[in-house]
Structures are given as structure tokens and as C-alpha cells.
């Protein structure tokens, strides 16, 4: 579960290693694996070219892109999970990782299932210019439509680290929100406030723990009770076996 067994601190983990640790083996139906980003805007750094980049994280991680979605099992529920990977771009979000989490949120109001979302990102991908802005919006309305007029169930999950546009959209919708214990959660980093702000933000005002206690969101929810929690959360709003 990649916790230290001395501190019990939570350290970074795959998201294929989050689903397999989420949904019931052999129940994980992976969905729209083969949606690739291009370069909209034809992004170029003095470093390498946005294309580059995507080839060089799809090489280092196995994954085609920043988000993991799928259908499978909650301890026999039905549900549609979506979980980001740190490691592929800092987890940032573009224009098919918006789309992914859009078609995975439609796919569940229209099968009625209960919908989770695992967030780990810096935010929005800012070498898709305005396109990656625009999928804040894109997922906020199908939230929407899927929360307010279906009447159905989203948890969000924040673990480290959950920051700008993600925040600032899907992160903060979920009917119920759940945070990993000392989870760095934010809109702006520290170092940006500071330098925008001219102000010194105390240590720690970041962490899930001193949001927990302003009201920013639900549970602090370890990992190792986590599953029996979601199970217990979904049951509770409606969904069973």
C-alpha cells in the first residue's frame, strides 16, 4: 500500500497499483485506452517538443496518458473509478484526460453507477494553452448533469498532491470528499502564493489534516480502511450487490 511501516506516512503510488488495491480482481474493465494526446497548440520549450515529452512519460510509465478509467467491482458493487498517476506529467490534466474523465462520468449516469475519482495532479496542462483550461468546465457540466439531475454518487478522493485546475474543478465536487492523511492539497503552491502575495505561508496550512479542521472536505481516510469505506459509502447512498 506503499505506507511506511514505522511512521505510517503515505507515500506516491501508480495508479494501476491504486485500482488493483480499489476494485475486486478480475472485475477491471479499462475504458478509452487508446485515446493518445496531440499537440493542439504545437507547443515548443527550449528543452524538447510537447510530442516528445508525451512519447518520453508513455515510455517511462506504461501508460498512454495521466488517467486510468474503468468499470469494475467495490466488493461486488458495480461502479466506474477514474485514477490519475503522478508520474505521468505530474498527473496534469489536458484535453484527454478531460475527455477520459468525461466519457467515464456520462458512461456512469447513463448505467447508473456510483462514480470515484482518485486525484493526483499539478492541474491543468498548461502546454495545451486554453484547450486544457476549457476541460475544468467540460467535466464541472457532466458532474453536473450526473449529480444534480440523475441524482446519483460521486466520491472524490485528494491525495498527494491535488493542486490548481483540478482542484478547482472535479476535486471539489464529489458528494462526498475524501482526503489521504498529510495529502498536500491546494489551489496555488506555497511558493507562488508567496512570491504573488509578498506574504509567508505557515508550514502545514497545505496538508489535509489543518484543511480538515476549516471544513475543506469529509474524512481523512487512510488507505488501508479505505475500500471497506468506499463500500460502506456506496451502499449507504443506494447502490448494492
Same mark, same amino acid.
Given at each position: 500500500?506503499?505506507?511506511?511501516?514505522?511512521?505510517?506516512?503515505?507515500?506516491?503510488?501508480?495508479?494501476?497499483?491504486?485500482?488493483?488495491?480499489?476494485?475486486?480482481?478480475?472485475?477491471?474493465?479499462?475504458?478509452?485506452?487508446?485515446?493518445?494526446?496531440?499537440?493542439?497548440?504545437?507547443?515548443?520549450?527550449?528543452?524538447?517538443?510537447?510530442?516528445?515529452?508525451?512519447?518520453?512519460?508513455?515510455?517511462?510509465?506504461?501508460?498512454?496518458?495521466?488517467?486510468?478509467?474503468?468499470? $469494475?467491482? *467495490?466488493?461486488? =458493487?458495480? #461502479? &466506474?473509478?477514474?485514477?490519475?498517476?503522478?508520474? +505521468?506529467? @505530474?498527473?496534469?490534466?489536458?484535453?484527454?484526460?478531460?475527455?477520459?474523465?468525461?466519457?467515464?462520468?456520462?458512461?456512469?449516469?447513463?448505467?447508473?453507477?456510483?462514480?470515484?475519482?482518485?486525484?493526483?495532479?499539478?492541474?491543468?496542462?498548461?502546454?495545451?494553452?486554453?484547450?486544457?483550461?476549457?476541460?475544468?468546465?467540460?467535466?464541472?457540466?457532466?458532474?453536473?448533469?450526473?449529480?444534480?439531475?440523475?441524482?446519483?454518487?460521486?466520491?472524490?478522493?485528494?491525495?498527494?498532491?491535488?493542486?490548481?485546475?483540478?482542484?478547482?474543478?472535479? $476535486?471539489? *465536487?464529489?458528494? =462526498?470528499? #475524501? &482526503?489521504?492523511?498529510?495529502?498536500?492539497?491546494? +489551489?496555488? @503552491?506555497?511558493?507562488?502564493?508567496?512570491?504573488?502575495?509578498?506574504?509567508?505561508?505557515?508550514?502545514?496550512?497545505?496538508?489535509?489534516?489543518?484543511?480538515?479542521?476549516?471544513?475543506?472536505?469529509?474524512?481523512?481516510?487512510?488507505?488501508?480502511?479505505?475500500?471497506?469505506?468506499?463500500?460502506?459509502?456506496?451502499?449507504?447512498?443506494?447502490?448494492?450487490?
Amino acid at each position: 500500500m506503499n505506507i511506511c511501516e514505522q511512521c505510517g506516512y503515505h507515500l506516491k503510488m501508480r495508479s494501476s497499483d491504486r485500482i488493483e488495491l480499489s476494485i475486486d480482481p478480475g472485475t477491471w474493465g479499462p475504458m478509452d485506452e487508446d485515446m493518445i494526446s496531440l499537440d493542439p497548440i504545437e507547443f515548443q520549450s527550449e528543452e524538447e517538443l510537447y510530442k516528445d515529452r508525451i512519447d518520453f512519460y508513455q515510455r517511462k510509465t506504461g501508460l498512454t496518458e495521466a488517467i486510468q478509467t474503468d468499470t $469494475g467491482q *467495490l466488493n461486488g =458493487i458495480p #461502479i &466506474a473509478i477514474g485514477v490519475m498517476d503522478f508520474q +505521468f506529467m @505530474g498527473g496534469s490534466m489536458g484535453s484527454v484526460v478531460g475527455e477520459k474523465i468525461t466519457r467515464l462520468i456520462e458512461y456512469a449516469t447513463n448505467n447508473f453507477l456510483p462514480l470515484i475519482l482518485v486525484c493526483a495532479s499539478g492541474g491543468a496542462r498548461m502546454k495545451e494553452g486554453s484547450l486544457s483550461l476549457m476541460q475544468m468546465a467540460k467535466i464541472s457540466s457532466s458532474l453536473y448533469d450526473y449529480q444534480s439531475n440523475k441524482k446519483l454518487f460521486y466520491v472524490s478522493i485528494l491525495t498527494s498532491p491535488t493542486t490548481g485546475g483540478v482542484t478547482a474543478s472535479f $476535486g471539489m *465536487l464529489g458528494d =462526498i470528499i #475524501i &482526503a489521504e492523511p498529510n495529502a498536500y492539497i491546494a +489551489f496555488a @503552491g506555497k511558493r507562488v502564493i508567496e512570491q504573488t502575495l509578498n506574504k509567508t505561508i505557515p508550514e502545514g496550512s497545505q496538508a489535509a489534516e489543518y484543511l480538515f479542521h476549516k471544513g475543506l472536505f469529509d474524512p481523512i481516510v487512510p488507505r488501508n480502511p479505505l475500500k471497506g469505506v468506499l463500500s460502506e459509502l456506496v451502499q449507504l447512498h443506494g447502490f448494492f450487490l
